[in-house]
């Protein structure tokens, strides 16, 4: 005979004692510093007194609780969010403030206290180019030759294709015709068959 362990699991004295509570209770407690959720009619209470609707359940099983229009002016930033929005597990009935916890934590002399910033200091060395200008002009009139041949002599001024695979294929056929023709004009025909051979 097998024996099996059955667990249950207990609510928290404070989620039980929230079960019990009517809706105008629940409001005051929320604003001792509290979401607390009414699970009978899906909302919450936020520490303003607002009431937070149902805005979406997570992949984690969360219920996510929120109030744009009422939020958006609101002073008090009781979430770390931009909007006030209050996320509880199926079981959680009421959570505290993230802002009170900050301060309750910083209020306890046992917290450790975050270790100060230090500036770290790095040197950037920059070196200067001075351009020769007669060098970068011979270049330019180097490069300038090719191109201008294929745009007049080849009539090739657009590309037919689209896509950068294409055009590059494209561009490979004009320097190639290029090639060529430069080849017979330093070469000849006939040098260029016996080379072939």
Do not use: W
Not at 12 to 32: C, G, H, I, W, Y
Not at 175 to 195: D, E
């Amino acid at each position: 005979m097998e024996t099996v362990e059955v667990k249950k699991r207990a609510l928290p004295t404070f989620d039980s004692a929230v079960l019990n509570m009517t809706s105008e209770q629940m409001r005051a407690k929320a604003l001792e510093g509290f979401f607390v959720r009414d699970a009978e009619r899906n909302l919450v209470y936020c520490p303003q007194g607002k009431i937070l609707r149902q805005k979406s359940i997570k992949r984690n099983g969360n219920i996510r609780y929120c109030n744009k229009l009422a939020c958006k002016k609101c002073k008090c930033k009781c979430t770390i969010s931009k909007f006030k929005e209050a996320d509880f597990s199926k079981d959680d009935l009421i959570k505290a403030i993230s802002t009170h916890r900050r301060e309750d934590a910083s209020n306890d002399g046992n917290a450790n206290p975050k270790p100060p910033r230090t500036t770290v200091v790095k040197k950037v060395v920059r070196y200067v180019l001075h351009l020769d200008q007669k060098k970068m002009d011979n270049r330019k009139c180097l490069s300038e030759h090719p191109f201008g041949t294929i745009k007049r002599a080849f009539g090739d001024y657009y590309f037919l294709l689209k896509g950068f695979a294409k055009v590059g294929a494209e561009m490979g056929l004009f320097c190639l015709s290029y090639n060529i023709r430069r080849a017979i004009n330093l070469k000849g025909v006939p040098a260029l068959v016996t080379a072939l051979r």
